[in-house]
């Protein structure tokens, strides 16, 4: 099939007018001109949205689909460890099967809104066949918490079981996800980094909040009053006195490619150690506006060179699983960052920090048939073409998973 649009917007390349794609079997085969891909490919069948662009399949890689249905249900007051506690009540409230409801409720979302691939936060990795059978992709990170010594080895042996079960597809990879400095003792995350070795890739949770800077600083605070009313402090643990940052890489977890999430509270020697380890930034801005944050970090972290992508959360804390949105924010929040940019950290760099940039994130040929076609207005040109996409909220018309036109 050859689908033809006014523009067509590759994302590592120059955006085209009078754009097409072949798609067969599933892949991109040919991306060009309408003039030059009709020349080679003269009795294709063809499929053309006038009005309209096509962009790649937009790229989540930091979600918890598990907590799909806490929508709306959630109040955004108290302290992080009082929504903490709201997410945990009202999920014990139901079972395996409102998890996987909630699940498919989430990937519903994601594809109502562009979104082919995601980095999914999971307790059990039962999103992975479900993603798969969506037609998705992206990595599952299987979540592993506990801040008690005793709770090392029982966590270690349910990852390996998990991980051996875990279905093989080379669109769904799983990942390991230790949840985050306040939660995750330093041996658990010393052994999740060793089982991860180059073969899993691996997120966390870091520097989200004040509260986890004043944990590790001082052992007190919110975090230490958690973990005492849950019974789960570990009285040998000892105050490291550092930053976030500091305190995994003093502990020797913070790895090449590690994915770290959220980075609101970070310093600038912080921000140097974050560069040299080559980790994958993440940051959410609709969450931040949720909760009534900001992060005032994400110029000086780009200033590195640090790969940096946008991300949704959950909807326990936010309104919509909506990379538009995201990139919207990101615009308002920070002008100065060009609209290129931003649909790069929505795309391509969110692949990238998955490992799976050279499946997805961009519109090249051998690349997965993920294609979002955009409607347009009269004015559009190429030149206005990224700001638009960044600030008008478009209307998807057409979603194209894996060569498949889906119905949005």
Partial sequence: MLYRAAYILPVTKSPISNGAILVREGLIVDVGTQAALHLRYP???VTSFDRAAIIPGLVNPHT???LSNLAGKIVPKGTFCDWITQVIQLRNQWGALGNRRSVLRGIKECLAHGITCVGDISHDGLSAKILLNAGLAGVVFLEVLGFQENQVTPAILKLKKLLEAFPEHPDILPGLSPHAPYSTSPALYQQIIQLAGTKHPVATHLAETQAEVEFLESAGGPFRNFLEQRGVWEAKWRTPGISPAAYLKQL?????????????QVTPEDIQTLAQAKVNAVICPGSNKWFGRHNSHVLDLLATGVNLSLATDSLASNKSLDMFQEMRLAQQAYPQISPEAIIQMATINGARALGLEHRLGSLAVGKRADLVVI??????????????????NPQIIKLILLGRQLSV
Avoid: R
Avoid at 253 to 264: E, F, I, K, S
Avoid at 375 to 392: G, Q, R
């Fill in 43 to 45: 009795d294709e069948k």
């Fill in 252 to 264: 020797g977890v913070l790895q090449d490619g590690m994915l770290a999430v959220h980075l609101n």
């Fill in 375 to 392: 409607s347009l207005p009269e004015e559009t040109s190429l030149d206005n073409l990224p700001h638009y996409i960044v600030d008008a």
């Fill in 64 to 66: 918890h689909l598990e």
